[in-house]
């Protein structure tokens, strides 16, 4: 499995579409919650919401947690994968790591997600860069692209908000 999004259903966004393939991307999301309770969705909850029949390394009964420095997903056979490293840890505000699910961290790349308060409740912005890292650059942020929105929407239903109203689609 080249990344985590590789089994991910429908087409791929074209990299040729984008004005640079290997732009960051930029995802932002509201959740109708505090800083404080969504930050604990995201990072302490993850295995009740992240989808992971389809954006899994083993699939469907898997366990994926943020453990001590790591992102780490379990089989239920006891097998793991790491995900990432997590190299900057500011909660309830963010956390960076590096990020190579189902592969090597020899090719990594690069997530950020900061919240912050917003009248809504908080605005939670992903960031994945650093796509030269990758194995193949230009089909993992493709890859990215796509699996990224269906991650965020379980996140957003997850915290109790509409994805549609939640996201603003800021994708770039």
């Not at 490293?85 to 690069?110: C, K, N, R, V, Y």
């Not at 990758?134 to 796509?146: G, H, L, N, V």
């Not at 957003?156 to 994708?171: A, K, Q, W």
């Amino acid at each position: 499995m080249d990344n985590l999004f590789s089994h991910a259903g429908g087409p791929s966004p074209d990299p040729a579409d984008a004005p640079d393939a290997l732009d960051p991307l930029i995802l932002t999301v509201t959740v109708p919650c505090h800083v404080a309770q969504a930050f604990a969705g995201f990072t302490d909850h993850t295995h009740l919401w992240w989808p992971l029949e389809s954006h899994g390394v083993y699939g469907a009964g898997s366990y994926v947690e943020f453990e001590e420095n790591l992102i780490l997903e379990t089989a239920d056979d006891g097998r793991t994968s790491i995900w990432g490293t997590i190299d900057d840890w500011q909660p309830p505000l963010s956390f960076h790591a590096t990020w190579h699910p189902g592969t090597t961290a020899l090719w990594s790349t690069e997530l950020r997600v900061a919240f912050r308060a917003v009248p809504e409740g908080t605005e939670v912005r992903l960031v994945h860069d650093g796509w030269e890292g990758a194995e193949d650059p230009a089909r993992a942020r493709a890859e990215y692209a796509a699996g990224w929105p269906v991650v965020l929407e379980r996140y957003v239903r997850f915290m109790g908000g509409t994805p549609d109203e939640g996201d603003e689609g800021e994708l770039g």
